[in-house]
């Protein structure tokens, strides 16, 4: 076996394991699909690798657990610098180290924007939901709630006021896409002064 084979090889075990994740997070949201054999089968496969990140304060957002999306984005940045050596050596190309910090910054920062995005629209919706309907409340809106009101508090406790809900949720909102037009700039401005870097 040659390294391109071998290459190859890992590049689709990896892609497979991600659509075996993806699968499992996805069962996972069905309650009566839990004691099914599958998702037996899909948590052995799984847990071991996902338990890495469970432990990880920072990736628990209230209720809102990112410990999965964490794992995968790893993997996706694995999967993808492989792919890049696999692209390389199938055409006698090089790869720089400038390259391979390229990749992982771009991946993490498609990720963490991602996660951005959703907390942002979760916002928007619940805040519309409280402006246009009389009774906001089920158990649809007390998940989301579970996972925006932590976030809601800590704006007021940052800004030491007293918002209303939906004030909070609209702020956290502008927040968020804030930090997502800021972080593209940066990422984008840290990415162009690597390359300027010597290889």
């Known amino acids: ?6 290459l190859k090889t890992i590049t689709t075990i990896i892609s497979i394991y991600i659509l075996i994740i993806t699968l499992r997070i996805i069962l996972s949201w069905f309650r009566t699909v839990n004691s099914n054999q599958l998702i037996v089968i899909l948590k052995k496969i799984t847990d071991p690798y996902l338990n890495l990140f469970r432990g990880i304060k920072f990736l628990r957002i209230g209720m809102f657990d990112l410990s999965a999306m964490a794992g995968i984005i790893l993997l996706f940045i694995v ?3 492989l792919s890049y050596f696999e692209f390389a050596l199938s055409n006698n190309q090089s790869i720089t180290y400038i390259l391979v910090i390229d990749i ?5 920062w498609q990720g963490i924007s991602w996660v951005i995005m959703l907390l942002m629209f979760l916002c928007l919706v619940r805040a519309g939901s409280l402006f246009l309907s009389k009774d906001p409340s089920g158990k649809f809106w007390q998940v989301i709630d579970m996972i925006v009101q932590p976030i809601s508090n800590k704006l007021e406790r ?4 007293n918002l209303k809900y939906t004030q909070a949720l609209i702020i956290s909102a502008f927040i968020f896409l804030g930090m997502r037009f800021i972080g593209d700039f940066l990422i984008n401005q840290l990415i162009r002064l ?3 870097l010597p290889v």
């Open 158 to 161: 940052i800004v030491k006021k």
């Open 79 to 81: 999967h993808t610098l």
């Open 194 to 196: 690597i390359y300027q």
């Open 1 to 6: 076996m040659n390294a391109l084979t071998i």
């Open 104 to 108: 992982i910054l771009s991946i993490l």
